[in-house]
């Protein structure tokens, strides 16, 4: 990805907390492909921060030495330099066992004696992440969180139609591959999905039935935009397991940036928690990377291209929902349903998503607003804020 001169909206607020004086860990997650390591290649460019970078990736665990390694060799090369500050960026940290403990101590080490070593930690696996962050590291740090690129960066970077990016999702790596539609499912399947399974979910979180959790995460493929229960779940997939894996495993590969069940919107969280998951893609690219449909044939589909674009939209909706500002779910009430309900506050906000080759007569979003009262109405599709118009912009600009 460094051959792209685009610049995500994110660096600029890296930038700016890189020259503050006050010093705090800059953790950068998100899931893999999205641009992390070339947003602060770009972003270290432009502090002008002498700077030693380094990467845990690989195909075996490395342990806390090599992070200490990597610490001195900041250490010497600040030392050595004469400035004020250097920086230290470490990837993929999240590979090392009990990372989280080692950097507490060499970053107190450095408080303590006044060193102005500044640090950017990078890791494709958000919930590993989190976790370290909250057990070791209160106070010290700040997160910045990537989501897959949006409708907008995909046009400005690529030029893509809206069409493009309905079927081809959001991972500008593989936006080259498009013109050979077999390679460029390979390419998603291989290094995209397997490789995040593997590398990020399997390798790093226990799993005991991993059989079973790719067998979850293609049938969410198959599934996405719709509701299905567990016990229905349990009924498709091959591997034995039980209500509360299925779950877990879902939180995982949410966790991965790959496939969230969303949750019925009730106004109690119990009630949430036993709902029926609404199966929702975070990347289309994944969805149709497996679907064995080209883009035309998808086009043709009237089904699948309804799911696909109503996927579109929440991965849209998920993907801005991780800055922590709403929250997504979906409602539903024996026949009548609404798409998506976001949550900002005490703001409600009913959402349905009416394709052109939908027949939705929405009257879930007037059932909705019978049981909640007091909440903004949002047809995405119709001829107020068509598919591409909701796409186009940011989701805050909609909901908040």
């Known amino acids: ?30 899931p893999r492909q999205v641009g992390k390591t070339t947003l602060v290649a770009q972003t270290v460019l432009k502090s002008g921060l ?12 490395r342990h806390i030495e090599w992070i200490e ?59 590993l992440i989190g976790q370290g962050l909250t057990e070791s590291l209160a106070g010290r740090f700040e997160i910045l969180r990537l989501p897959h690129w949006s409708f907008s960066e995909m046009c400005k970077a690529f030029n893509w139609t809206l069409d493009q990016y309905l079927f081809y999702g959001a991972y500008p790596g593989a936006a080259v591959l498009i013109k050979q539609p077999d390679r460029w499912s390979q390419y ?60 877990h495993y879902l939180h995982l590969l949410e966790g991965a940036g790959m496939l969230a069940g969303l949750q019925k919107y009730a106004g109690s969280k119990a009630r949430q928690r036993g709902s029926s998951p609404k199966m929702q893609i975070l990347n289309t690219a994944l969805m149709t990377a497996i679907s064995g449909h080209s883009i035309s044939s998808a086009r043709t589909n009237k089904e699948f291209w309804g ?57 879930g979003i007037a059932a909705f607003s019978s049981a909640f009262r007091s909440i903004q109405k949002l047809i995405v599709g119709s001829s107020d804020i068509g598919v591409e118009k909701f796409l186009s912009k940011a989701p805050e600009y909609w909901i908040l």
């Open 50 to 61: 002498i700077c030693h970078s380094a990467s845990a990736d690989g195909p075996t665990l």
């Open 188 to 247: 998603i399947r291989d290094s995209l999905i397997e490789t995040t399974i593997a590398r990020d979910v399997l390798l790093l979180s226990r799993v005991d039935k991993p059989a079973l959790l790719r067998q979850l995460f293609e049938l969410g493929c198959s599934y996405s935009g719709q509701i299905i229960s567990y016990t229905k779940m349990l009924g498709q997939l091959q591997s034995a397991g039980n209500t509360t894996t299925l779950a």
């Open 69 to 127: 390694a990597q610490w001195n060799t900041a250490r010497l090369l600040l030392k050595e330099s004469n400035k004020k500050e250097a920086l230290l960026v470490l990837d993929e940290i999240q590979k090392i066992p009990n990372w989280s403990e080692v950097i507490k101590k060499l970053w107190d080490e450095d408080t303590k004696h006044r060193r102005s070593l500044k640090v950017i930690l990078l890791g494709s696996a958000p919930l």
């Open 1 to 30: 990805m460094s051959k792209f001169r685009f610049s995500r909206p994110q660096a600029k607020e890296l930038l700016y907390r890189l020259r503050e004086p006050r010093r705090f860990l800059q953790v950068v997650t998100g």
């Open 307 to 363: 799911r696909l674009t109503e996927s579109a939209i929440g991965s849209h909706l998920m993907n801005g929902a991780i800055k922590g500002s709403y929250e997504v779910f979906y409602w539903r009430d024996r026949n009548q349903e609404v798409d998506f309900v976001v949550r900002a506050g005490r703001k409600l906000t009913a959402i349905e998503v009416k394709s052109q080759y939908s027949s939705s007569s929405f009257s």
